[in-house]
């Protein structure tokens, strides 16, 4: 597999030859897959519409958002 990175991002990995990138990525790919599968195996019988899903979001946020302004207070 071959895969493009902008300028900036490759000289900067450039900077630290010492690391194995293919294998930094190919761990990367592989979270990021044992996430969507087990997000897709904890929805697979939601019967939650897109609407649902972004007011639970929205919901969310608020939530994260009050917390974080009581820990600054």
């Known amino acids: 597999m ?5 300028d900036e991002l490759k000289a900067m990995l450039d900077r630290y030859p010492e690391m194995n ?3 930094v990525a190919r761990q990367a790919w592989k ?3 044992e996430q969507l599968e087990l997000l897709n195996k904890l929805t697979a019988r939601s019967k939650a519409t897109g609407k649902d899903i972004e007011e639970l ?6 939530g994260i958002a009050s917390r974080h ?3 600054k207070a």
């Open 2 to 6: 071959t895969i493009s990175v902008p």
């Open 21 to 23: 990138w293919s294998e």
């Open 31 to 33: 979270s990021k897959a």
């Open 57 to 62: 979001g929205r919901l969310m946020k608020k």
């Open 69 to 71: 302004d009581k820990m």
